[in-house]
Nanobody, 111 residues
Framework: QVQLVESGGGSVQAGGSLRVSCTAS????????MGWSRQAPGKQREMVAL??????VYANSVKDRFSISGDNADNTVYLQMNNLKPEDTAVYYC??????WGQGTQVTVSS
């Protein structure tokens, strides 16, 4: 079982940046799918960004604004979020293998 711990959420004004982190209990180099999803109040959870066998994939809504990366030395996956919009407000969840999920971290973007 992979344990995931997220950190780095917070509040920011529109146009600002945040970085959220996810540290795994296992080597992320051995996990073929890692990434981030989000869930806003009253909405379904949506995938935001994934690293699938080393390749990054993004939702259209965040493409060109968000960047996902991994640090094998720290077993940590990052999501750098730039030019944030109020509609990015959600709880962000880290996933490993689309099976294991973190506890979530809140991101709030004010207009």
């Amino acid at each position: 079982q992979v344990q995931l711990v997220e950190s780095g959420g917070g509040s920011v004004q529109a146009g600002g940046s945040l970085r959220v982190s996810c540290t795994a209990s296992e080597r992320i180099s051995a996990i073929n799918v890692m990434g981030w999803s989000r869930q806003a109040p009253g909405k379904q959870r949506e995938m935001v960004a994934l690293i699938i066998n080393g390749a990054a994939v993004y939702a259209n809504s965040v493409k060109d604004r968000f960047s996902i990366s991994g640090d094998n030395a720290d077993n940590t996956v990052y999501l750098q979020m730039n030019n944030l919009k109020p509609e990015d407000t959600a709880v962000y969840y880290c996933t490993a293998k689309m099976i294991y999920w973190g506890q979530g971290t809140q991101v709030t973007v004010s207009s």
